[in-house]
């Protein structure tokens, strides 16, 4: 943890940190990809650069973690350091390039405070970098020491396409070189990397639709509009270039949202558009341990036509023996209740002492489901999520 020195240097300097972080972020990634052009162009998302979702996101993550720190200094995220690493080690993050990040934020913070970056305040702020990025390398060296160097990356082809609802394709992926499909966890995910016309090499990730011990990998690729912006040129991409007989680069399965291979406590499995992916796998591999405690499955989405793995999500979960599930459309077909029409609304739900949760969709979604279910007497502890996306700091609380 912080020395006594560097934690009473870093709670003088976080609101000074913490006011000048947008323009500290927008300094940093000016400098990194001047510097670098291969960053933006291969591994950095561009469509959210291009919307200003990421400018934020690395050096309030920082700032986040310098607070905590601050606040309850015997007490380390590991969950969201956890959660951060698996998105590192999906796209394949290498020790140096911690170097290269410090090496362009410190300049970005010392040109934007000026003079206030003394040489006590930079070294402070050094000891709460390398605290992070020590702790996120420690957490990526295990994950590849499963998954494969540098992410596990191979060939895969792909075998399948479905158009599986309005803007939703499922991908059906056999490993190209003819070896054995990597064991994953239900809830997981692959990063996929295309070439896109420009030649830039875009990474994004994508649940895995099924639980471990296929022959194949699915996923759900739901085509994002982007308003004129590079938001959803990947999937946008797959959905317009990629068919049966072409070839995709695919990860080792990562991602920290996993059911509990064990357990036989009441669960809750609650989503929002193609959040429902990891779900489907989750229900199947219930059926298939024969889970018999409640489960509980929520699920919210714009219509019915839009309901990606529909067939799926409601038969895994008429498999099981204890199970009931409840669905909000926005735009909902004749006939559908009205108390479920709109926003979801756990109110009227009895939710069994002692659930589980596992939460996947929009971070507003989240938040208000994990709110209604902490008023419901469910364990904050219990509760877990998976977010994609530059917000992975701001799913936190």
């Known amino acids: 943890m912080l020395t006594q020195q560097s934690a009473a240097t870093v709670r003088a300097t976080l609101p000074a940190v913490g006011a000048a972080i947008g323009e500290i972020s927008a300094c940093f990634y000016d400098r990194l990809f001047t510097a670098h052009p291969e960053l933006l162009r291969d591994l950095f998302n561009r469509g959210n650069q ?221 989503s929002a558009g193609i959040g429902v992916t990891p779900m489907v796998a989750m229900l199947e591999q219930l059926v298939l341990r024969g889970h018999d405690a409640p489960v509980t499955v929520v699920h919210a989405d714009r219509s019915p036509a839009g309901h990606a793995l529909r067939a799926d999500h409601e038969g895994f979960a008429a498999k099981l023996p204890d199970a009931s599930v409840h669905v909000w459309y926005e735009q909902p077909e004749p006939g559908h209740p009205a108390d479920r029409t709109g926003l979801v609304d756990l109110s009227a739900l009895d939710v069994p002492s002692g659930t589980r949760a596992y939460l996947c969709g929009p971070l507003p979604f989240m938040r208000a489901v994990r709110a209604q279910l902490i008023g419901k007497g469910v364990a904050p502890a219990d509760i877990h999520y998976e977010v994609f996306g530059p917000d992975l700091w701001l799913a936190r609380d």
Do not use: C
């Open 50 to 270: 291009a919307a200003g979702t990421q400018r934020q996101a690395l050096a309030g993550s920082i700032a986040a973690f310098a607070a905590h720190l601050v606040e309850r200094p015997d007490d380390r995220p590991d969950a969201m350091l956890r959660r951060i690493a698996h998105k590192h080690a999906s796209l394949g993050i290498a020790p140096e390039q911690y170097e290269v990040v410090h090496e362009h934020l410190s300049a970005a913070i010392a040109a934007v405070l000026g003079e206030a970056v003394t040489p006590a305040v930079a070294a402070a702020w050094d000891e709460v970098y390398w605290l992070m990025a020590n702790a996120l390398m420690a957490i990526e060296r295990q994950l590849y020491a499963k998954g494969g160097t540098g992410g596990g990356w191979r060939e895969w082809e792909v075998v399948g396409r479905a158009e599986e609802a309005a803007d939703v394709v499922v991908f059906e992926l056999r490993p190209g070189d003819g070896g054995p499909v990597p064991v994953h966890r239900a809830g997981q995910y692959v990063s996929v990397q295309v070439t896109l016309p420009d030649g830039a090499r875009q990474i994004r990730q994508y649940s895995v639709a099924g639980a471990p011990g296929s022959a194949t990998l699915r996923i759900g690729v739901k085509r994002v509009h982007g308003g004129g912006t590079p938001d959803g040129e990947v999937s946008n991409h797959l959905h317009a270039r990629v068919h049966v007989g072409d070839r995709l680069r695919v990860s080792a399965p990562y991602g920290d949202l996993v059911l509990d291979q064990d357990t036989d406590a009441p669960l809750l499995l609650a």
